[in-house]
């Protein structure tokens, strides 16, 4: 295989990865993405819980109502927290909102977002006592959720008159370049809004023509249990629909190689079944064809649990063809997940090529 120019708007997926967004508080990621949709899309439209729905008619032969209607699942959300107890001396306790492994969660900066008092920056740690008079016991436990504070480093009644329960919680942590590498917090799943914006501005400029009408849904509340892609695939009642998502890329020290799910740097991939979806064979062939015809590098994976928003599409009204497109991340799940430029930059150009071949 020859070797691949890397062209990606970096920019924007690092704006897309620093703009704060947990279930339910997605506001801000969608006026970003919805920004940057202007000229791509025929129709911009906000459902009812949330997720942004635009859509691009069929362009040259064919269209009108005999279109078919192809549907991209891109979440907006990102895991994080919300506030949910302001105790006697200001420190916040809060409530997840997605997977987290606690042991990742120790000396994190946060940002409180709030209504009157805009964004505050915090700290996080663990409740108990510091390493120089922690028991042997203390150093081996592995904390709750519940035991986590937030100190923001104010009186206590300076916190209650800014910070009040339900306010939003995130990690605060810049995206960066290592190497051939992008690492950012909630890559996943900003990589798929990402792509979901950059694969048809790819087809766009190129002035191609496609016979089926293209939805990209930017859906709410994924990681709370695939919530806006069940309402969105209900309103849209696609024929085919991709969960355009991230994966494991467990190709890493202390993982043995059949669980890998991915390995990093051969190419976007192709998700056979999770727990969420078994996908329609015939969709991975189409896929698998493209990607050979464009010289684009694809793996077929599989995850043995967990899920991602085509499995919603798949059994919404009476149902539809379903596949996911991924890109493995290695350390899922925190503010260090990493994605290889080759596998991102196949996640974009499969997309941009097998778009217009569907009729």
Not at 78 to 87: L, N, R, T
Not at 141 to 159: C, H, N, Q, T, Y
Request: a negative charge; charged letters at 30%.
């Amino acid at each position: 295989m020859k070797e691949r120019v890397i062209a990606l708007n970096i920019d924007l997926l690092k704006r897309l990865c620093e703009t704060p967004g947990v279930p339910g508080r997605e506001d801000r990621v969608r006026e970003l993405i919805k920004s940057e949709s202007e000229g791509l899309f025929d129709e911009i439209t906000t459902d009812p819980m949330g997720s942004l729905i635009c859509t691009r008619r069929a362009r040259g032969s064919g269209g009108g109502s005999k279109a078919k209607r192809v549907l991209l699942l891109c979440h907006m959300d990102e895991i994080g927290f919300y506030v949910k107890h302001i105790d006697s001396k200001g420190f916040l306790r809060v409530q997840n909102a997605g997977g987290f492994d606690t042991r990742n969660l120790f000396a994190r900066r946060v940002r409180i977002s709030t209504r009157e008092h805009g964004d505050i920056i915090g700290v996080m740690n663990p409740g108990g006592r510091p390493i120089h008079i922690a028991t042997e016991e203390d150093k081996k436990k592995i904390p709750e959720m519940k035991e986590f504070i937030i100190d923001l480093g104010l009186p206590a009644e300076k916190v209650n008159e800014m910070i009040r329960v339900g306010d939003m919680v995130t990690i605060e942590e810049p995206f960066i370049e290592v190497g051939d590498k992008l690492v950012s917090k909630c890559l996943d799943n900003r990589l798929a809004c990402w792509v979901g914006i950059e694969a048809v501005r790819g087809i766009e400029k190129a002035g191609v023509n496609h016979a089926a009408d293209i939805t990209v849904a930017f859906t709410v509340q994924e990681e709370v249990g695939l919530r806006g892609a069940r309402t969105s695939s209900f309103g849209i009642e696609p024929d085919i629909a991709i969960g355009v998502d991230t994966t494991l890329a467990c190709d890493t020290p202390g993982v043995p190689e059949d669980e890998s799910v991915t390995v990093q740097g051969k190419g976007v991939g192709i998700g056979v079944m999770d727990g969420s979806m078994i996908a329609d064979w015939r969709l991975i062939e189409d896929l698998e064809k493209v990607a050979l015809a464009n010289d684009i590098p694809v793996q077929r994976t599989i995850l043995p649990r967990g899920g991602q928003d085509g499995g919603a599409a798949q059994m919404a009204a009476s149902g539809c063809r379903a596949a996911a497109l991924l890109v493995g991340l290695r350390n899922i799940h925190t503010v260090t997940e990493m994605a290889d430029r080759v596998d991102v930059q196949a996640y974009r150009d499969l997309l941009t090529k097998w778009l217009p071949t569907v009729e």
